[in-house]
């Protein structure tokens, strides 16, 4: 349902014959070797986009590699524009982008994470490469300006941009030029001077015209491009020349629309009324010129346009597709709606007529909406929307609906549903509900007889379910959680025995209540069944990352391998499919990332977050992208950067919406355990104010999270000052959460709970209580392996009790395990630093045992190398050493290599 990619905007306009040479300019380009970007900024009719394709056949066959995109207003939406991006990328370097073309072609907004793939494949290739942008004025959408702004930022070294504008973007130029990565490419540079003005006068266009009057066309002009063109065009056959320039170089400020009618004077009525009729159209084709004028000569006719130099710009090699020069097209449509005001519509019309009778609904909204016929536009929209919903392409039909009156989009019930979806989206909850009584209000006149009968679509028979499914996540928003499941019921028993998308979403939502409540087991049946009925409509984007939230369930339920099995399964049927379902793919790298963060094995975890870093879609649920940026803050706690772990979840808290999944894991505990595992306690108890979690609030798995965390609070706090009773009520509080947490299933929880136990029974000095509870929080569920972080997570503490553990006869399998991964010292290999090294310093110390220097030995851990050093003194200093050699001697004497 996206926009169609026409193959010639990757390509730079053909260089006509003749052109000037302009030695001075080529020199400024070359300068944007040494730049991230070259911008070439001046009003239309400069010669800019003829510069470019000048500079680019010059040296195409050279060293470098010229990746080109010319853009259009349907570029100002950001999956357009980066689809085009990645493509003429793709073009230009082939292997580069591929990972990123769907996700951006979806995505509204893509920042950082969609990025970083495109950005890292641009940095492996050693080309030399230019990207082209042309016409970047186009571009207004904030959106695209950050994306951008981020994107030029992180260029590697040998990528450079070039921007063609007829305005400054909205992107940091003060700062760029600060840096001297920015080369202008201004008017004053791009005006013709007086050589190159009687070049082109004389020596191109064949004027042969006196010295004084080229002196007098180059002052009237000022240089300027487009309106030396028209001179010429007119001047050319003219039995007037003396008189024409005279005239010309008189006093007149609408100079532009004076050439114009010189040359449509020269011109045929009918070649008049063909330019006039077909001016509207961003592209042109026969048959589509045919449709606006009525006429059945289009091709003939844009041929001979051609052939006369009309600014009739080719966009294929096949001359099937043109489209006017913009500064010509823009002069005929203001001479259209001055000359025939009441025609501007019906041409609109009649070319969404023509694209919507092809099924090219993007076209067909456009033009409806540049009509300002809007209820033809709602009906196109309305017929699009099946596979819209399909191929979850949200940021498309979000984009129409921001364009629509709002008494519009209330008079159609369909649309005043997906409204109120985008409104759930946004976090706008209040603004929810009112969008779904205009649904029914509508769908009540309809039922008494409309005044124009709505399109017959899947939506709006579904419609009555759709409702009660977007009041299930409104509850589901609000933590209503009967609510929810009353809401999912009613949509069960409104939707049709083949409404599959609806009986997927209200059977997901009834599995949502039902984990919100803690009863596992419900939850997977629920929502194992809601997957099913998204694999039989036929949604695989929705039912492949449903797979995520399943494993997050089986997860809970203390599964790790069904977790585990669950998503890479999902993950290779995605990824067999091709890059349509890039989402989910992404999706099902952060699911497994965490899995395997989880496990310890960073190593998987980093990859898999890296590969959905690029493909991850900001469809209008934001549960893909905050996520991401959890998964990653989880993965810097473990390897030691609590700092970039508190960055990463304030990024996430940012993007985070309530609305599509309980949130039983809240971004703001989360920073809390960071806090607390740092020792920073006052910002913790800051935490568990604000929130106003207590020890003697009611239990419920929705509050276990946070009810957890104050625990770990409440120890800290007593390993801080005994004298408390803070570690008490700590183990006061897991007394209760254990009984809920083992009746429902949650064996992941009550591993937790138990491991907490043991560390508050130790805090209060009750050794065999705290190794007994530690022995139950190990048979809590199959693989506590799988749960690593779990238990590194908690620090010295808990490795003094594993250590202790081991010694015992008979230590437990699992314990030995773990010791075995070699991130806990061994308490048999010797004695220990006096501070316990963090895992990111023991990867560091692995390496400083190796024949990597110091910058090799960063780019291995992904880290800077500013970084590396902070984390060689913290080794320094806990092993009371100063150099390398001696750092690696006492970590063997310590047996952490």
């Not at 059945?296 to 489209?323: C, H, I, S, T």
Request: glycine share 8%; aromatic share 6%.
């Amino acid at each position: 349902m996206a926009r169609p990619l026409i193959a010639t905007k990757l390509n730079a306009p053909r260089q006509r014959r003749g052109l000037v040479a302009r030695p001075r300019l080529d020199w400024l380009l070359a300068r944007g070797a040494e730049a991230r970007l070259t911008l070439v900024s001046a009003p239309a009719g400069f010669g800019k986009t003829t510069l470019l394709s000048q500079w680019w056949g010059q040296d195409h066959a050279g060293d470098r590699r010229v990746a080109w995109l010319s853009l259009d207003a349907a570029d100002n939406d950001p999956a357009s524009f980066w689809t085009g991006v990645v493509a003429t990328l793709q073009a230009a370097v082939p292997g580069v982008g591929p990972s990123a073309m769907e996700p951006v072609a979806v995505s509204p907004t893509p920042t950082g994470p969609e990025l970083a793939i495109l950005l890292n494949e641009l940095a492996a290739d050693p080309s030399n490469l230019w990207l082209v942008l042309d016409d970047y004025h186009f571009i207004s959408n904030r959106d695209v300006g950050e994306a951008m702004a981020f994107f030029l930022d992180h260029l590697p070294p040998r990528v450079h941009l070039v921007i063609s504008t007829r305005s400054d973007p909205d992107l940091p130029l003060a700062r760029w030029r600060g840096r001297g990565e920015l080369v202008e490419i201004r008017a004053e540079h791009l005006r013709f001077t007086a050589p190159e003005t009687a070049e082109y006068l004389n020596a191109v266009s064949g004027l042969e015209l006196a010295p004084e009057q080229v002196a007098v066309l180059g002052q009237r002009t000022e240089g300027w491009i487009a309106a030396l063109q028209l001179a010429s065009i007119s001047l050319v056959g003219h039995g007037d020349a003396a008189g024409f320039i005279d005239r010309f170089a008189g006093n007149d400020r609408y100079v532009v629309d004076y050439l114009v009618e010189e040359v449509l004077a020269h011109q045929p009525a009918p070649v008049r009324d063909f330019l006039l009729d077909t001016c509207v159209l961003d592209r042109l084709t026969g048959p589509l010129c045919d449709a606006l004028g009525g006429r059945g000569d289009g091709d003939r006719m844009l041929r001979e346009l051609e052939r006369a130099n009309l600014f009739l710009v080719p966009l294929d090699e096949k001359r099937q597709w043109y489209r006017y020069h913009q500064l010509f097209a823009d002069v005929l449509r203001a001479r259209l709606s001055g000359e025939r005001p009441g025609k501007v519509v019906l041409l609109h019309r009649r070319a969404s007529q023509w694209y919507g009778a092809r099924d090219l609904w993007p076209d067909a909204v456009g033009y409806a909406l540049a009509a300002e016929d809007f209820e033809d536009a709602a009906h196109l929209m309305e017929l699009a929307l099946p596979g819209i919903r399909r191929n979850r392409q949200d940021a498309l039909l979000l984009g129409w609906l921001d364009r629509l009156p709002d008494s519009v989009v209330r008079r159609s019930p369909v649309l005043s549903v997906f409204h109120g979806f985008r409104l759930l989206a946004g976090g706008d909850l209040d603004g929810v509900e009112p969008r779904l009584l205009d649904a029914e209000r509508a769908l009540g006149r309809l039922s008494r007889g409309p005044v124009r009968p709505e399109p017959e679509t899947e939506e709006l028979r579904a419609l009555p379910a759709t409702i009660a499914v977007y009041r299930a996540a409104l509850a589901q928003a609000r933590g209503d959680v009967a609510g929810t499941s009353n809401h999912a019921r009613t949509a069960l028993e409104a939707a049709d025995p083949e409404d599959h998308l609806s009986l997927g979403a209200a059977s997901g939502y009834l599995g949502l209540a039902a984990w919100a409540q803690g009863t596992v087991a419900d939850a997977l049946a629920l929502f194992g069944r809601a997957v099913e009925h998204l694999h039989l409509a036929g949604n695989l984007v929705d039912e492949l990352g449903s797979t995520v939230l399943l494993a997050d369930m089986w997860l809970a339920a203390g599964r790790p391998d069904t977790a585990r099995r669950l998503c890479a399964d999902a993950l290779a049927r995605a990824e067999a499919q091709g890059t349509h379902l890039s989402r989910a793919v992404a999706e099902l790298h952060v699911g497994l990332g965490e899995i395997d963060s989880q496990a310890g094995d960073l190593e998987a975890a980093e990859g898999h977050l890296v590969s959905a870093a690029a493909l991850l879609e900001h469809a209008p649920m934001t549960e893909s992208r905050y996520r991401w940026f959890v998964a990653k803050a989880l993965l810097a706690r473990a390897q030691g950067e609590p700092e970039e772990a508190i960055a990463l979840l304030d990024q996430g808290a940012r993007l985070y919406r309530r609305g599509f999944f309980p949130e039983v894991r809240p971004i703001p505990a989360l920073k809390a355990r960071v806090w607390i595992a740092e020792g920073k306690l006052q910002q913790a108890a800051d935490w568990a104010q604000e929130c106003g979690v207590g020890t003697t609030d009611e239990v419920g798995y929705l509050a276990e999270f946070n009810q957890l965390t104050l625990v770990r609070l409440l120890i800290a706090r007593h390993r801080a000052d005994p004298g408390t009773d803070a570690a008490r009520h700590a183990a006061a509080l897991l007394d209760r959460l254990l009984p809920g947490a083992e009746a429902s299933g949650r064996g992941a929880s009550v591993m937790e709970i138990r491991l907490l136990q043991a560390l508050a029974y130790d805090a209060l000095g009750h050794r065999a209580r705290a190794r007994a509870a530690l022995g139950l929080a190990m048979s809590a569920v199959s693989e506590p392996e799988a749960y690593l972080r779990l238990f590194l997570d908690e620090g010295e503490p808990l490795l003094g009790l594993l250590r202790e553990a081991s010694r015992q006869p008979g230590a437990g399998a699992v314990i030995t395990r773990l010791l075995r991964l070699g991130m806990i010292p061994r308490a048999a290999a010797g004695p220990t630093p006096p501070d316990s090294l963090s895992e990111r310093e023991l990867q560091v110390l692995g390496l400083l045992g190796s024949a990597l220097n110091g910058p090799q030995i960063a780019a291995e851990l992904f880290i800077s190398y500013n970084t590396l050093r902070t984390h060689t003194k913290h080794i320094f200093t806990k092993l009371d050493v100063t150099d390398r050699r001696a750092a690696v001697i006492r970590a063997r004497e310590l047996g952490l290599l």
